[in-house]
């Protein structure tokens, strides 16, 4: 049988920015026998699950459920709206805006690629993928816009390349205020569950999540949440679209089902996730990954590493980016580490490859665990000669004893 | 915790023609915790599982495996070879090449639906649910298509709405008789596992098959198995694709990952269903299935009732369609024996609809268990007062005792 | 990894009357993580069980829960409250009665074995063992001690080597008339969950019981549920004990805790099925357990074969013994049917070896898994030759069609 | 179901010396279905386990696997080869060591307490749970044991309770100094599999053992370990004996089978278990439990506190206890920690109750593990105020980055 032992003894330290580890009673779920999903019993879990994304992305409005990973569910979001040879404006936060840019043109948009064109001594070639969004550029953007010929803006809301959780609500501001009828379209794969959204609220059209970060599941079903404004945008649209038809899918969640087989047993574990988080209760969720995410930059900042995040106002609560010294190759650290402390942390991505590593502190998690990654970072630091200014572990041990979320942690 | 208890004590009987009753093993494997997709361990698992689908399809030549149930793998068979307004022929043998037809024309593409025109006294609506693809047809089309504007000959390996396995290799003789350059794209993805396919030997172009069926997994990931003639296509097909964009999979393929993330926990799942299906041998499995098959049609014959497919030389299998006397509907059927007896069956579909039921023989399954869906069968076609000119259950047990596979069935 | 795949595919019919089959529920249950035997956690699992264990028992008084299966657990009742060389009197309706004999004999304890000695045409060399235990025997024998040196009435319940169900009220009332201070000591280990039972309305003093039967538990945890009696008996008691002693265990479950490290994940499994059964309701438990037994034995009946049970007024209904024909090795006619059907039938046991077998009809089961099971042994009693007057199958078929179940029986 | 979620997010840090943590592998083990205990399938896996078990406690004799945690285990070897008012010479090197005479008094046995009596400034009244089994006491009281009246010596290899691990090899040799003919019995409960173990070398005659430490099984089976000679004197032994018996067990095991029903799923976890160690090497998991035991000491050393076991020639690689500051409840301490950290840690026991907690390091753990559990005592010292010298995190990190074990610690 699978083995997957390749890695010496205890338990792998999974320290990505996801996937996130799986907890126990989601692997379990995940592992009950697969039943009929045209069925009685499937249609009361899909009405439950439907139900309850919704509340995880604070929407009123129908969240499609793709069986498809968050690649996946970026198409969809673009297919729905849009027609070949539109034009939609990005923003370059760092790797994965630019990874939806491609997928975009691949699907023949015309994009617009926005980015923070400002100093930064120490990434000077990647700027604005140590900054968030800057809302007063799209704004910019769109006032000139006076044909209207941008149909979305899309942002990445937690940019998992670089640790940089951009202000969405400005966004939705910044295009009210140009009075623009651009479609707000918003990657937020790896910020829902672990950082604050709010679909509704911040007035998102269409928000692209997945389920292997705050969510907790192994990777393998995706989102979009919806507007209005979306659904209408989606029947004047003409990029073909078959697989990722909102229509269909809203259709049939009417009563629990979908057009199609979806994966029914990463439905059970994302059934089990919501009856996790709910209980929990969200803003809980979020205030554990802000004390999470303060403990890590306490290490980093000791060390006197920069944090790759270069404006505090936009730190993630889900991953560190931390840039090594130049000359270092922080993906032979990485493999250094990996190798001996069966540790594994993000690499640096497109730009940043070879310049920094990420470190995550999302979902299934708690404090001992991030003391061990930093421990493991800290040693590996010191095993490839790097110098540090201080030690790590300590700032985030100071941290953790110093700092204690309210008793509704625990969950229930 | 999720418990999927609605029904009562005991084993479901889940006998739909897919999902299929999955392995313990398979979930077990499935449960193990996930990994870094980036890390050396995937790279290991990903070049097992890679090695092992292209021995199931009997390929030499790329299988893409994506992070998405079957309906996706349909798309991306069309649109990695296709451009915009092409042409396809498409054969209707039931409701999944219709759906295949509808999916086609969604992206935009020109479709052709052939069909078997002859006349069927038991459901003269739609004779051409009842047979296999007649490869003559095909034939008799592309010869007549002098400008050679079809560009891809669209058929299904095994009908799961009917249960008809087609003679893929005759459509390969037509299409080369008739000295047509299109491609032939076969959705194999209630066959591939259970039915003998052959991918290369048959000279297929694309071959698009799912987890659920054969392959004993839970829905979420499925396939496209490629020739060289395809991967040509593909390179000046300009239907848009990012997602199911095989060029960048091939290619990240080599070393044993994915450009996007995978579906991890489910790819464990398959290196299992891989171990198991190639221990037993595929030849094994094959017989395994022809020899359930013939079981419960002695069944269905035994309470005189029409098989759906009515042509012996192309039964399948893998399901057993059985059309229900005139003025009974199937469905209230389907659903007293679900209530009842806790047997899952498969429900009449498109043209069908409350016409026939489908009694599923594939996967993970033994002679008790078809003998226990015979059973149920039965008793509920007595408590909804449905005559019968015998006992199916006496049939199937003759069947079964009489008829017994060589040694090397057993597992190891 | 473990992979138990001596068998064909599918999933194995276990029809051995216990273990039974483990609900999916309960397997993921025990596979949850071990935890701290001492920790706050494990005290409210703890407590939990133990109230629970109380409810399937009807009892109010203490049950003891050991790491141990359930032959651990007859000694302990006897270790408990006996010293060396007590008499006990013992009822033979078995082979399991048999071995508490010998098992009582092993500790130093005097033994008398009651038996009824009529004729048995069918099982002349054991005529008791073919029918519950007659409370006027046991009343006669107590009558006649009338220096009361026997110290305990030990009876199987539900006696798994036959089939056979005693009517435990009646030895309580038999003692009772015959004016005798001796301890009423039951085994029901097979019988707990599946067949009626009433601990403190009974007045037993002392009930065995063990996980791997209605409790649908694997193997490796038993029971002892107390009376005050039992209780006041054990402080003067002196068999030599220690693992056993109720004392050291029923002071420290006050909490949750026990004196020694207990089957953590075993004890996962029992809060399962605590959850299951309570939910169910007992009393539908055991009209369920009657439903089934019904069906199979309406089988038997229909073969033209002896049951081992010939007093109706005690079929069991947790499994039924099929005696075979003079000159048919049962134990031949099993193996056939395991290597052609997977399916595991009981074994003829002590003085019924090779003369009968066992078919299981209790636990985690319903109408079509017992159907399979008729089939199957219908299917091995043909292909062994051997004549029946009917089909089984069609009988239970027609039973279990006929009769059903209030709609309470659906789990929840 | 079950949830077991008292705790807060992310995985437990179950670090008490026994229950060890469950890897993955073992846990989905366990839950596979339960088999027929009497069919061909379990018998296979009986006769795996009984010699991959004889490989683990290196004998070649045979080894009684009980469906009973330890204790049973402890109770079964004295029951098996002693007889009522026998004496037996144990050896005070603990609570377990004191336990274990409290079982063999409550027997029925006569039992002398070997203990060191020198000075222990910090513990004065239990200097003899500071060190090792004082080989040369134990032949002093057998040579004055003329008239050989003492039957057995028995004694703790590796002490839970206080982390030393006894020269069982040194008793041997003071018995056959003495020429005396009693049986030597170790417990090696928490050491097998953890700690260099040799039953037939150091001429053992019954080692106790279990299945929660260093076999990384959930508890609920345990082990004898038997000699010839021991196997001799059980045919004289009159304790009474029925479940522990041996001969019964030794007889059935021949096929692979039990005289009872045995545990079948922790026998899974148990094939698991033996296929990770004896792939790994028992060398290579000592060394590596060496290796572990090394850095935990460095962290309790730079904090400046005492560790339990006095004497460096017996550190236990298993675990390690650490002696709090007078004044200082060690309780109260554990109980912060686990509040605020998820982490278990083992109390003080018996006499060293309140006054020290133990950490710890075997099984299925590694560097990453152990050091967050050195953060997580670490920071509950500060936080309870307890002054330390040092940093023991700091300690930790550097002898795990400073030592390596050579590249076969990989599981294959």
């Known amino acids: 049988m699978l083995q997957l032992n390749q890695h010496p003894t205890g338990r792998h330290f999974l320290q990505i920015p996801g996937p996130s580890p799986v907890p126990d009673r989601i692997l379990r779920a995940i592992s009950l026998p697969t039943i009929d999903h045209r069925g009685p019993e499937f249609g009361v879990l899909g009405l439950k699950v439907l139900a309850g994304i919704r509340q995880v992305f604070k929407t009123q409005h129908p969240v499609a459920i793709y069986p498809a990973s968050g690649t996946g569910a970026w198409e969809a979001a673009l297919a729905n709206v849009l027609s070949p040879g539109d034009t939609v404006l990005m923003y370059e936060t760092g790797h994965f805006a630019s990874l939806w840019q491609k997928l975009a043109q691949r699907l023949g948009l015309q994009t617009e690629l926005l980015a923070w064109q400002g100093d930064d001594p120490e990434l000077p070639h990647a700027p604005s993928w140590r900054r968030g969004v800057q809302a007063d550029l799209i704004e910019a ?9 941008i149909r979305a803006v ?17 966004v939705r ?18 910020g829902l569950a672990s950082a604050d959204y709010r679909h509704d609220e911040w ?8 389920s292997q970060k705050g969510l907790m599941l192994p990777p393998g079903i995706s989102f979009n949440a919806l507007s209005p404004k979306a659904l209408a945008a989606a029947k004047e649209a003409r990029l073909p679209k078959a697989f990722w038809a909102w229509d269909d899918i809203v259709a049939m969640n009417a009563d629990g089902y979908w057009p199609y087989t979806p994966s029914t047993n990463l439905l059970y574990g994302l059934s089990e996730a919501l009856d996790m988080l709910l209980a929990e209760g969200l803003e809980q969720v979020f205030a554990r990954h802000q004390r999470w995410a303060g403990g890590v930059r306490a290490a980093v900042s000791a060390w006197g590493l920069p944090i790759q995040c270069a404006d505090p106002s936009v730190y993630s609560p889900v991953l560190t980016g931390v840039i090594t010294p130049p000359g270092v190759d922080a993906d032979a650290l990485r493999k250094l580490i990996h190798q001996r ?6 690499t640096g991505l497109g730009k940043l490859k070879g310049r920094m590593f990420r470190m995550g502190h999302l979902g299934d998690s708690n404090d001992l665990t991030l003391v061990a990654m930093v421990a493991g970072v800290e040693m590996g630091l010191k095993l490839a000669g790097i110098k540090t200014t201080g030690s790590g572990v300590q700032a985030a041990m100071d941290h953790f004893a110093a700092h204690t979320l309210p008793a509704a942690t625990a969950k229930d």
């Open 141 to 149: 953007r769109l006032r000139s816009d006076t044909a209207q010929r």
């Open 154 to 170: 899309c942002v990445v809301h937690n940019e998992t390349s670089t640790g940089v959780t951009s202000d969405i609500a400005a």
């Open 173 to 190: 501001r910044a295009i009210d205020a140009a009075g623009h009828p651009a479609l707000l379209m918003v990657d937020s794969i790896s």
């Open 203 to 210: 007035g998102v059209d269409v928000t692209v999540s997945g």
């Open 341 to 346: 402390f069966d540790l594994s942390l993000g």
